[in-house]
């Protein structure tokens, strides 16, 4: 079994990562704010019961066996006490919240916390979730988190070559990666996750060409898929079309206007 382990110890490593809070670069965050301070410390300030005051994180098309496993350090400054989860969506049956709710531990030291739980059902994302993200409402911080990913299927998560830079097109930030992963059949899955080089937002209804895959991860025949996405407007509610020929150019079409795409596609090798 292969493990990929994800290490948050920079900024940029959270950047996009909490939903509903503001970041302010200021030591201590403000009601509904979130900051990274000096000591490398996520400070998390979640005032409101309507607001998403966690860390969320998906990891897509995992398959039964594959195991997710979180340790980090949190600590409570007040308020409901932060927790872990991992919550799987959609897909064939979706699994539910697993979650560390019984956990109680002293508010205002350091404590260790883990979650580790094997994938027993499909399902098309799984979300592993740090902090308060129910109704609760609580000040805490994080440090030493990270996240690990054990698996039977051959993994790249840093195929950077994607796409020429001449496109306008970048899959290279921290926050977007991509990666192929291939099964004991040899069928492809791609995750692919882009944004626009210049920061400039997909215009609705435009065509975009974005790349051309590499060989062996080309489809046999012409592949029409959907967008996921987050609206200007609205997060996480982008949609559209997008397409790969059989020579690998991958385009798309956004049915809205989009700040950041992502796609999930699944096809067999030539």
Known sequence: ????????????????????????????????????????????????????????????????????????????????????????????SNPGLVNTAGYTYTSGTWVPITLKYIIQKLSNSYHVLLGTFTADTGEYKIRNLSIKISTNTNINFDLTSLFPYGTGYSDVSATYKSSFRKDVNGNVTLILNCKKVDGTNFVAGVN???????????????????????????????????????????????????????????????
């Not at 066996?65 to 991992?86: Q, R």
């Not at 509610?237 to 795409?261: A, F, M, Q, Y």
């Open 208 to 270: 975009s060409t974005l790349g051309t895959l590499p060989l062996g991860y080309r489809p046999t025949q012409a592949i029409r898929f959907s967008i996921i996405g987050d609206t200007v407007s609205a997060p996480l509610g982008g949609w559209g079309v997008g397409w790969i020929t059989p020579s690998g150019i991958l385009n798309i079409r956004p049915g809205t206007e989009l700040k950041d795409v992502g796609f999930l596609i699944n096809y067999p090798t030539q």
């Open 1 to 92: 079994m292969r493990s990929v382990l994800f290490q948050f110890r920079e900024l940029n490593d959270y950047t996009g990562l909490f939903a509903g809070l503001g970041f302010t670069t200021n030591e201590t965050p403000a009601d509904n704010e979130w900051c990274f301070n000096s000591k490398k410390e996520v400070h998390v300030k979640d005032a409101s019961a309507s607001v998403f005051g966690a860390l969320s994180r998906s990891f897509n098309w995992l398959q039964i066996g594959d195991i997710i496993e979180i340790k980090c350090e949190v600590y409570s400054v007040s308020g409901v006490l932060p927790k872990i989860a991992i919550d799987g969506v959609g897909g064939i």
